[in-house]
């Protein structure tokens, strides 16, 4: 059952507990309003301000599934929450399992607070959900991609653009990287899981997936430094720090470079540049 009105007032209640820094949004001077302002719900939850102001005056009409996944990112809720506010609007809440696009707002606050580095938050089969600033700049904005493309595995078997941005002679050894770990992933998921969907989809569509896949490695790992080629400011070499949130199998992956090291003056060039016309990858 709908409930709009109580809709709405869950989502005043939860915009008035949020202040600016909360999410990543500077305070202003001339602050008045108790927690956000509308608009910057708005912005947050990629919606018009009209729109959001009429859901909470509980005027407006039912949201749709995909416009309550942005209110609940946009307004950091717990997964708890998330799940009431499907409640409120009708709608039976997404499923808690490791597949989920929620970020938590615990790591949303982490990724708030990294504007000035290159930064990504990625499911358990590499699709981005988040990205900083700078993370956009340095890699694309890799969240706008849709259906298994947006698995950094899948594009790499089968986009060859893909590879541009690595060195040739780590190709390899990226493949075998990429293969096994989703090996490792249908093991742990199973076989009606969408790790195990990727995979049939990848013996189907590449050979090469294919004879690495039937070699059946696993334990393979990622290098200490990850080498870069951006069209902009060319070869970086990065260290990839990750913050794992066992619950919903979310990563945060957070590119650095040696401080006075050719690499950091460019992130720092990088900054001043901003995203390139191509993503890198």
């Known amino acids: ?19 600016p820094e909360d999410v990543g949004l500077g305070r202003g001077a001339r602050r008045r309003t108790a927690g956000l302002r509308r608009e910057e719900v708005a912005l947050l939850s990629h919606m018009s301000t ?26 950091h809720l717990s997964l708890a929450e998330r799940d009431h506010l499907f409640r409120l609007a009708g ?39 988040r990205q ?6 340095l890699l694309g904005d890799a969240t706008r991609r849709t259906g298994p493309a947006r698995s950094v595995g ?21 493949s075998r990287l990429y293969a096994a770990g989703l090996r490792e992933l249908v093991a742990a998921r199973g076989p009606g899981s969408r790790a195990a ?13 294919a004879a690495l896949w039937d070699a059946h490695e696993v334990g393979a790992r990622p290098p200490e430094i990850k080498r870069f080629h951006h069209p902009e400011v060319g070869h970086l070499d990065l260290s990839c720090q990750t913050l794992l949130d066992p619950d919903h199998s979310h990563r945060l992956l957070v590119y650095t470079a040696q401080p ?22």
């Open 1 to 19: 059952m709908t409930d709009l009105m109580g809709l709405g007032d869950f989502l005043q209640r939860r915009r008035e507990a949020l202040q």
């Open 50 to 75: 009209d729109y959001y102001a009429r859901l909470e005056r509980g005027t407006g009409p039912t949201p749709s599934e995909q416009m309550l996944t942005s209110l609940a990112q946009g307004l």
């Open 91 to 129: 709608h039976q809440p997404p499923d808690r399992h490791s597949g989920t696009e929620h970020v938590s707002p615990a790591m949303l606050r982490v990724l708030d607070r990294l504007d000035d580095t290159p930064a990504e938050i990625v499911t358990e089969l590499g699709e981005t959900l």
């Open 132 to 137: 900083s600033r700078l993370g956009i700049a």
């Open 154 to 174: 899948y594009r790499w078997f089968t986009d060859p653009t893909a590879r541009a941005a690595y060195p040739s002679d780590e190709v390899a050894a990226l």
């Open 197 to 209: 969907s990727l995979a049939g989809d990848l013996r189907e569509c590449s050979a090469e997936f």
């Open 260 to 281: 006075g090291s050719e690499s950091a003056e460019k992130l720092r060039l990088l900054a001043v540049i901003g995203a390139p016309s191509t993503a890198p990858r």
